[in-house]
């Protein structure tokens, strides 16, 4: 097994440090890192297809981290790693409704059970998710609810009990997608072996690795496909 230098020791420790003194000053200049996409959005040429905005936390960033090929044709990944339902709804005007989707897929609650942002009750969650779905739905944008993936435990959070709380939350996600007229995707049923990950196709437990990803893009194919063949809710402002 390959060991450190005590010189690249060193610059992993200033690297870090410098991750967590950039981690604490965004804690109080901008909390929902509104920064992250911004120049991005700014960027943007104009539409020629319907635009697909992938919002999320972790799982959704490393999605194009991993597999960049997904993101073609419209697809945009606004995935931030860490973020929790709350950060997600602050961004959620600059980094969706503005760039003007035909469909939006919302990916959030894993670090919410795992209070990255302080404790919060799958309540509190919810909330949020509905206050993106009706959002989204007031500006004639098509909603896709994702599932949270399988994880029998979080390695930052050891001894949480997440199994129990995915499991109520995603019976909720379902449910709520039905009730407004949203498209559920099923990546739970896709990943999991037993109430976990399966093995193959995740680096930590929580994360797909590319195989994991591999087997998501057709449960994210046939959401898109379901949720444009539907009739937009609301109108556009």
Not at 27 to 35: E, F, K, N, S, V
Not at 110 to 123: C, F, L, R, V
Request: hydrophobic share 45%.
């Amino acid at each position: 097994m390959a060991c450190s230098t005590p010189a690249s020791a060193q610059a992993d420790d200033a690297a870090k440090q410098r991750a967590a003194a950039e981690a604490e000053e965004r804690l109080h200049q901008d909390w929902p890192w509104l920064g992250r996409y911004r120049s991005a959005n700014a960027a943007l040429e104009p539409a020629t297809v319907p635009r697909i905005i992938f919002m999320g936390d972790s799982i959704t960033q490393g999605w194009i981290d991993k597999v960049p090929g997904f993101f073609t044709a419209g697809r945009l990944d606004r995935g931030i790693g860490g973020q929790t339902t709350p950060q997600m709804l602050l961004r959620f005007r600059q980094d969706v409704i503005a760039l003007k989707p035909a469909i939006v897929q919302i990916m959030g609650g894993t670090n919410d059970i795992a209070g990255n942002t302080g404790p919060m009750a799958p309540e509190q969650t919810q909330a949020n998710i509905m206050s993106m779905t009706e959002l989204a739905q007031s500006h004639g944008i098509r909603v896709i609810l994702a599932s949270i993936p399988p994880a029998a435990n979080f390695p930052w959070r050891p001894g949480l009990a997440t199994i129990p709380r995915i499991a109520a939350m995603n019976v909720w996600l379902r449910t709520y997608a039905a009730s407004v007229g949203a498209t559920y995707a099923d990546y739970w049923g896709a990943l999991h072996d037993g109430d976990a990950l399966r093995r193959e196709w995740t680096y930590d437990g929580v994360h797909p690795n590319e195989a994991g990803y591999a087997v998501m893009a057709p449960v994210a194919d046939k959401a898109i496909r379901a949720a444009m063949a539907a009739s937009p809710r609301g109108l556009r402002s």
